[in-house]
């Protein structure tokens, strides 16, 4: 087995099982060609593993955005949990140089295939809240997804804060939000711009980012927290 000291460094987080994370590292076509290997596959891990991500990022979604309908968070959590995301958390973390796998599926850029990759990012995760339960794998979800949570939120894919916030305000007070630049920050090549927006002729959110449309849209996501605003399809 590779030596995963430096991987579970990555990870952030230390297995009492170390069996477990070796698992999660064995991809089907190992075993094909070495018939004496006694462990199993990855494979059943990996189903795990996608379950216990899709709790983890529908919970986090529930607690961190609740601006958001039902049918943002589907969009949401289907986003994040794609073979392209996990992907993408795995190469993070240099996982393909860890997988087991044989010398045929290897040499065509196995390690580097989106589904082996995705599959055995799913398998550490289950491994983990195999080995250490559900808070772990939890922070570990969080901790690695946190790059691909922020471009999901940047994009403005499926948490449309704004028009959301827009939406919210006409109905309840026949008024549209009013975005207002209060801070700019920083040099030229990393700004920091700060924006209130204001509800009802009173400051309902303030955001702050790299870019005046992502500092507008975090204030109209702090804006949806503080009205209470809780929408339905």
């Not at 901790?143 to 940047?154: I, P, S, Y």
């Amino acid at each position: 087995m590779p030596d995963v000291a430096e991987l579970q460094k990555s990870l952030g987080t230390s297995f009492k099982q170390l069996s477990l994370l070796e698992q999660a590292l064995v991809h089907s076509s190992y075993l094909n060609e070495n018939p004496a290997y006694t462990g199993g596959h990855n494979e059943r891990l990996e189903f795990l593993g996608d379950a216990v991500l899709g709790l983890i990022v529908a919970g986090e979604l529930y607690r961190e955005y609740p601006g958001l309908s039902e049918g943002e968070m589907t969009r949401a959590r289907a986003a994040l949990v794609r073979r392209d995301t996990l992907a993408r958390v795995a190469q993070s973390v240099d996982l393909g140089d860890y997988l087991l796998m044989g010398r045929g599926e290897d040499s065509t850029g196995g390690r580097r295939k989106i589904p082996n990759l995705a599959g055995a990012m799913e398998a550490v995760i289950a491994a983990v809240y195999l080995d250490r339960g559900i808070e772990a794998a939890r922070d570990m979800v969080v901790n690695l997804f946190a790059g691909e949570w922020r471009k999901l939120v940047d994009a403005g894919a499926a948490i449309d804060y704004k028009s959301r916030l827009q939406e919210l305000t006409q109905s309840r007070f026949r008024q549209t939000p009013e975005y207002r630049l209060t801070g700019e920050a920083g040099p030229d090549h990393d700004k920091q711009f700060t924006v209130n927006v204001e509800v009802n002729g009173a400051v309902a959110g303030t955001g702050s980012g790299k870019t005046k449309k992502e500092a507008e849209t975090e204030a109209a996501r702090r804006a949806l927290e503080s009205l209470g605003d809780r929408f339905t399809e």
